[in-house]
């Protein structure tokens, strides 16, 4: 599986060390959604810093550009908000940057697999908010 980085401090490709698999890193926004077009990667590991609050409307973008494509949103931290927002628009994932060499292995696994790479708890939270969408 192809799997892009995006990530202005390149924080994010030195913490995949075990990944044993074509990493095509981008330092863009705009580098990223060409590479994106091109490479149709598996997986991409957005760093939230690279567009900040307006990292959902990205999703959607990098999405439209790779259908196919699960999207993990890395950050330092947080908000639960934020986090639900990117999922809402389409992310499967959200890791703490801290953590991500400790979950690095299990995390491609269960993207490959087709899983998402959430707590429960957050899982709870989105149900609670897709339910809240659709009354």
Request: charged residues 20%.
């Amino acid at each position: 599986m192809k799997i892009q980085v995006i990530d202005n401090s390149g924080l994010i490709a030195t913490c995949l060390t075990e990944v044993d698999t074509e990493l095509v890193c981008s330092t863009d926004e705009v580098q990223a959604l060409n590479t994106m077009e091109q490479c149709q990667p598996g997986l991409v590991f957005l760093n939230y810093a690279v567009r900040g609050e307006k990292t959902p409307e990205y999703i959607r973008v990098l999405l439209n550009a790779a259908p196919t494509a699960s999207v993990v949103v890395i950050a330092e931290q947080l908000a639960e908000e934020n986090v639900l927002q990117c999922l809402i628009s389409g992310a499967k994932g959200f890791q703490v940057l801290e953590l991500l060499p400790q979950y690095q292995l299990r995390l491609v696994q269960a993207i490959g697999n087709g899983e998402a790479w959430v707590s429960r708890i957050m899982v709870a939270k989105l149900l609670d908010r897709l339910r809240q969408l659709n009354l």
